[in-house]
């Protein structure tokens, strides 16, 4: 996971991308599968989720308050 700061708020984002890790765990939440995020997300691959989720559980206070911040915009 890359945190850059202006990028994407400075959220933990997947390996050189745009793609916030608390936006694939709010999908996954949602209900979406691996199959549909990879096709959602064409530039991901299975290695990137499979490194996502444990990021995710390793920092789920930070996924929780992205997730919270960006529900209420």
């Known amino acids: 996971m890359n945190k850059t700061i202006g990028v994407c708020g400075g959220d933990a984002c997947i390996r050189k991308s745009r793609i916030p890790v608390w936006v694939l765990a709010s999908f996954r939440r949602l209900g979406m599968n691996e199959s549909q995020l990879l096709d959602n ?29 960006n529900d209420e915009d």
């Not at 444990?54 to 911040?69: G, L, M, V």
């Open 41 to 69: 997300y064409p530039t991901l691959t299975a290695t990137d989720l499979a490194n996502a989720w444990p990021y995710a559980a390793a920092f789920s206070d930070e996924i929780e308050i992205a997730i919270r911040e």
